[in-house]
């Protein structure tokens, strides 16, 4: 048997070899299975005989695959040759989501504009959510179809233990809570941005449950809408890389703003393509697109914090990011952004080296 073992000149025949001697059915094996019908005394005799050599056979045969697989590897490297001077594949790479790209593009203008980045929970109460930014219990936004209501908070209304300040019982409809939470956490002067998720029940293609937003807020003395103009075209230009853009005002309703703006942004039509950045009136066509919510903060907001209204003012502004990133990369469609399609990723995704500079563009 060990003799077979040594003549054995491939795997496959030291393989055949192991099945004869240690197999099921082995030479080795069925004497192992003589044990069981002898007497004590001739067990005691034969059994370290016939474990001996069991151990000896599997020594062998693992000792001559050893050599067997050593010789194989050197057959190998001696006929095999790799040309050095091919170009390497393709290493697979991931992509920086849109969103992502759009936060980074935001943060990286925003700070330029002494902004500072602030976050806050996505669960929160009614009263950051809402009471403290002037909206009252009549309005549609507090409505179950609106809104996403945690049982916890239902359960607590229901028991008798609700504490509107306390208790975490919606998912924040939008990020202005970043902004009271901030308003009570440091003192005057601030300015910050609020990007982050947020939650309403709305779903077609250009609204979805979740989405993303981000909001401005500044608190000075002194402030008036002409700072709050001057930010957001100082903004768009950054954003969309224009010169050119061109911001109408109009009169709006916010309850947590007083005087309110929608801010409409001028495109034009290039090539049969809307285009953010020209007049309106242009030879080309074109017209007003809303992209941002603004106003003055509301002194009862103001007041909701703790500050002195007549001695602080401010201004906020808000919109989604997920619109945004549409504008500026050719969207049509708001639902891909969160179904995961590699492919689409792969077109409209951003190398992980893209970081956005204002000094190489913010969309380079």
């Known amino acids: 048997m060990l003799t077979a073992i040594d003549a054995a000149t491939g795997l496959d025949a030291l393989e055949a070899v192991r099945v004869d001697a240690l197999g099921k059915q082995g030479s080795v094996t069925q004497l ?16 370290p005989r016939i474990n001996g050599l069991r151990e000896a056979v599997a020594g062998a045969i693992a000792a001559r695959r050893t050599v067997l697989e050593r010789t194989a590897l050197d057959a190998r490297l001696a006929t095999e040759t790799l040309d050095m001077t091919l170009p390497a594949g393709a290493a ?68 008798g233990t609700f504490d509107e300040r ?21 003192p005057p002067p601030i300015r910050i941005i609020a990007p982050g998720r947020t939650y309403r029940s709305d779903s077609d293609a250009t609204h979805t449950p979740m989405f993303h937003q981000v909001e401005g807020l500044v608190i000075d003395k002194g402030i008036t809408l002409g700072h709050l103009k001057w930010t957001l075209e100082t903004f768009l230009k950054a954003f969309f890389e224009r010169d050119d853009i061109v911001l109408r005002l109009r009169p709006s309703y916010f309850p947590f703003t007083e005087p309110s703006a929608e801010v409409d942004v001028g495109y034009t039509i290039e090539k049969g393509k809307r285009v953010i950045g020209g007049h309106p009136g242009g030879a080309g066509g074109g017209g007003w697109m ?5 106003g003055m903060v509301h002194p009862k907001v ?24 549409m504008l500026k990369y050719g969207m049509d469609d708001l639902r891909p952004f969160f179904d995961g399609d590699i492919r689409w990723l792969k077109h409209y995704g951003f190398s992980a080296l893209d970081v956005p500079t204002l000094s190489g563009g913010v969309g380079a």
Request: glycine content about 8%.
């Open 302 to 325: 103001i007041a909701a914090c703790g500050l002195d209204p007549e001695e602080w003012q401010g201004f906020a502004f808000g919109c989604g990011i997920d619109r945004l990133a």
């Open 92 to 159: 697979t790479a991931g992509t920086v989501h849109p969103v992502s790209q759009v936060m980074d593009e935001l943060a990286e203008i925003f700070a330029d504009l002494g902004f500072a980045v602030a976050t806050g929970p996505e669960i929160e109460t009614d009263w950051h959510n809402f009471t403290a930014l002037n909206i009252p219990e009549t309005h549609p936004a507090r409505a179950m179809h609106d809104t996403f209501y945690l049982q916890q908070g239902l359960d607590a209304k229901a028991g």
């Open 32 to 47: 192992l299975k003589t044990l069981g019908r002898m007497s004590p005394d001739e067990r005691q005799t034969a059994g």
């Open 166 to 186: 306390a208790t975490f019982s919606l998912l924040r409809t939008h990020t202005s809570p970043v902004q009271i939470r901030t308003m009570l956490d440091q």
């Open 290 to 294: 809303e992209v941002l919510g603004s």
